[in-house]
């Protein structure tokens, strides 16, 4: 049994001394059965929020109004969640009523597929009421419940049925599959944060590709902010392992793309490393060296760029795909990895050639930099001021 549970299990045990339930739930006990990799472990219980914070001594308050408190076990964070069930979507997106309920059934039946609707208690029994255990065998995303209604409750779950896809290499049971087509157009409807969060673990999965299919085939796609601007047949050629390259790729097929980056409201961070990719790959273009390619890029982005120039149909020569490879391998061993690495700084050089700042100043980081990089230079601020001295002169104006 996995360690999370064992530890896990002492909440449940808690909890049964005060009177209540508890169970393990959600994507935890369907990872389990599967034997798959287990991240997290959620537990939810008849206990309320408030009784939650009384019984146990480390929690913090994450969302009690949705019912859940994290309960901290040897400083690992579980999140522990009221049964709970939910009405009146009637914005297609969040329920208008949470409400509190003592029933665990009623808390699964509110879940959104038949392997997320299954929890395991004290002893690891699964209790599967909505035959979550048959679908995973038959490798089977099905909806709990009639498909139309909990796509119309939460037009997120039809993104969560692709992005599950994906992950597990499922297919989509046809009347889920049929909800999902005559849905699709809800989607709009859900914030686009919501959205990217599933499209960002979408594209780790094995079965991307299916994934992508099933999302144009449903017209999913057709209604995802950013995604609705690439041509379908863009769209499937395309093999990339994250959404940062996928929009980095299509925008760098397709310029016009870049002003409605924004819509996705990603993180500045986030954006400026698709934009970075987009211009190395378009770099690539003209001639350029190891050093420019290696010097001039974070690893994450020299590795973004990689991954789609090798995986994507490019007329690429072998060359430019090796240059990629080459500076992967040069990155590390470079002396420097930014010019704030160099050892030296703008006011020594104003002692030295008793002067103010100036533009001159960059010029003389260049030139250090590149004496740096080339490999004649040590980066040691004392030598680095010895061959300032013999080989710069300052003239005011000049440099
Ligand atoms: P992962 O391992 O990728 O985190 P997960 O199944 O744990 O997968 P989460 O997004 O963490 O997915 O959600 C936890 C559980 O909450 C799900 O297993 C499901 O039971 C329920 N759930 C999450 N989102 C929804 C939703 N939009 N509608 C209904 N149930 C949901
Ligand atoms: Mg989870």
Redesign the pocket.
């Known amino acids: 049994m996995h360690e999370l549970f064992l530890i896990g299990n002492r909440i449940l045990g808690t909890l049964e001394t005060y009177g209540y339930k508890g169970y393990f739930v ?3 006990v ?2 389990h059965h599967m034997q798959r990799a287990i ?1 997290d472990v ?1 537990i939810t219980t008849d206990a309320l929020p408030d009784d939650i914070e009384r019984i146990f001594e480390r929690t913090v308050d994450v969302g009690k109004e949705h019912g859940t408190i994290i309960v901290l076990i040897d400083d690992i964070p579980f999140e522990v969640t009221t049964f709970r069930t939910e009405s009146g979507y009637s914005d297609f997106r969040r329920p208008d009523q949470v409400s509190f309920t003592n029933q665990l059934n009623s808390d699964l039946e ?3 597929f038949t392997m ?2 299954m929890a395991m208690d004290e002893n690891f029994e699964i209790l599967d009421p909505y035959g979550g255990m048959k679908d995973i065998e038959e490798q089977v995303i099905r909806t709990v419940g009639c498909p139309e209604e909990r796509f119309n409750e ?1 037009a ?2 039809m993104l ?1 049925a692709a992005r599950f896809a994906a ?1 597990l290499e499922f297919h989509v049971a046809p009347e889920t599959e049929n909800a999902m087509a005559a849905h699709a157009q809800n989607l709009e409807f859900v914030a686009v944060e919501r959205c990217v969060v599933e499209l960002d ?1 979408l594209y780790r999965g094995a079965g991307v590709k299916a994934a992508k299919a099933l999302m144009v085939k449903t017209r999913l796609k057709a209604h995802l902010a950013f995604l609705e601007n690439i041509g379908d047949e863009d769209f499937l050629d395309t093999d990339v392992r994250s959404l940062e390259n996928e929009i980095a790729l299509q925008m760098w097929r397709n310029p016009g793309l870049e002003p409605h980056l924004h819509e996705l409201k990603l993180s500045n961070d986030m954006k400026r490393e698709i934009k970075d990719t987009t211009r190395l790959i378009g770099m690539l273009h003209r001639p350029s060296t190891i050093k420019e390619v290696a010097y001039g890029h974070d690893m994450k982005i020299l590795k973004n760029a990689s991954e789609i120039v090798e995986l994507n149909t490019f007329t690429e020569s072998k060359e430019k795909k090796d240059l990629l490879k080459s500076a992967i391998e040069l990155k590390p061993q470079l002396p420097i990895s930014d010019i704030s690495d160099i050892n030296l700084d703008g006011n020594m050089l104003m002692q030295l050639f008793n002067a103010r700042g100036g533009r001159w100043i960059r010029k003389v980081f260049s030139a250090v930099e590149e004496k740096i990089l080339d490999g004649s230079l040590k980066n040691d601020t004392k030598i680095i001021m010895e061959w300032v001295e013999a080989h710069v002169e300052y003239e005011a104006g000049d440099i």
Do not use: S
């Open positions: 959600g994507g935890c369907r990872d991240n959620d509110r879940r959104d997320n609707a939460d997120l779950r969560r992950h673990k």
